[in-house]
């Protein structure tokens, strides 16, 4: 499956975005999918997940009650909502995708090493 991540950009802090990650070559129904974002000089960190049903997402404490995860399984497409924003979010963020049967709990979908498939990523910036 070949991703590709967009809909970042630069906003004051409070502000929202959507980024957006289209999948081609396979459903995304057949995969774990994940967003992580990387700020400089910092270890990439999972932000959220979601496996089969829409029901199934999970997220950091540092985004729960403020970013939401959904998909659009007819445009093959995950989307990452991102509300209340602060400067403390900005980063790089990548989308990922990983075969369902190759992880077996929400624990193991928060580990990067798990997933085989990355979009390019795409910018975030919050100003305060």
């Known amino acids: 499956v070949q991703l590709q991540a967009s809909g970042g950009g630069s906003v004051q802090a409070g502000g929202s975005l959507r980024l957006s990650c289209a999948a081609s070559?396979?459903?995304?129904?057949?995969?774990?999918m994940a967003w992580f974002r990387q700020a400089p000089g910092k270890e990439r960190e999972f932000v959220a997940g979601?496996?089969?049903?829409?029901?199934?997402?999970h997220y950091a404490d540092s985004v729960k009650g403020r970013f939401t995860v959904s998909k659009d399984n007819a445009k093959n497409t995950v989307y990452l909502q991102m509300d209340s924003l602060k400067p403390e979010d900005t980063a790089v963020y990548y989308c990922?995708?990983?075969?369902?049967?190759?992880?077996?709990?929400?624990?193991?979908?928060?580990?990067?090493?798990?997933?085989?498939?990355w979009g390019q990523g795409t910018q975030v910036t919050v100003s305060s």
């Open positions: 990922a995708a990983e075969a369902i049967d190759h992880v077996s709990d929400y624990a193991c979908g928060r580990q990067k090493s798990v997933y085989t498939y």
């Open positions: 070559g396979r459903a995304i129904t057949t995969y774990v």
């Open positions: 979601s496996r089969r049903s829409a029901s199934s997402t």
